[in-house]
Structure formats: C-alpha cells, structure tokens
C-alpha cells in the first residue's frame, strides 16, 4: 500500500509542475500575443495562450486531487490535460503512476478519509 500512496503523490506533483509549466508559457502567450494580433493579424495565438492556460489550471486541480487521493477521474485528466499541452515527460509518468495507484483512492474514499 505504501508504494501506491507514493506512485500518487509523484503523480500529483509531477502534474502540479507541468500544469504551473502550462499556465506560465500559455499566459505569457496570450499577453505577447495579444498586441501583435493587432498589428499583424493572427489572433489566433492568444486563443491558443488562453486554452493553454485553462489546461494548466485543470493540471494543477488533478494534481492536488492526487496529492489529496480524492476524486481519481478529475485527477487522471489533469494528468491528461498536461499530455495535451505538450508535456508528454511529465505527462505520461503521471498518468501511469495514478492507473497504478488507482486502489488507494478507492481505498481512502471507503475508509471516509
């Protein structure tokens, strides 16, 4: 059992840091990208900074819930979401470690904690 619980707790940070990754290169995107779309004309950079953005925040939710062991669905796709952003190395780690870990949360739900 300790094993698992350790397989979560790397998956939640390992999704908290991708999703803080996400948040800031998709921020900083849709800030640059913003003022050039009104000289240069493709707008749809700051779409995709915005979209970057909310991926990470969805990141670092599952990540917390891993960490917490609560709720393994939104933590695996926070842990999918970072694998749609592009953070494959991060990415896929988690979302091994937290199909391993599975049982713990099922475990700590029916335990109450």
Known sequence: MRRHRCKTTAAGVLCII???????VGTVLAVVS????????????M???IGVAVLGVISITGGVLALQRRLWG?????????LVAGNIGLAIPAIVFLSLGKDVFDREASQGW
């Not at 991708?18 to 800031?24: E, I, L, N, R, V």
């Not at 939104?74 to 970072?82: K, Q, R, T, V």
Request: charged share 5%; with cysteine.
């Open 34 to 45: 913003a003022p050039a779309a009104e000289l240069l004309g493709p707008q749809w950079l």
């Open 18 to 24: 991708a999703g803080t990754a996400q948040m800031s």
């Open 74 to 82: 939104l933590a695996l796709a926070g842990a999918i979401c970072a």
């Open 47 to 49: 779409y995709v900074g």
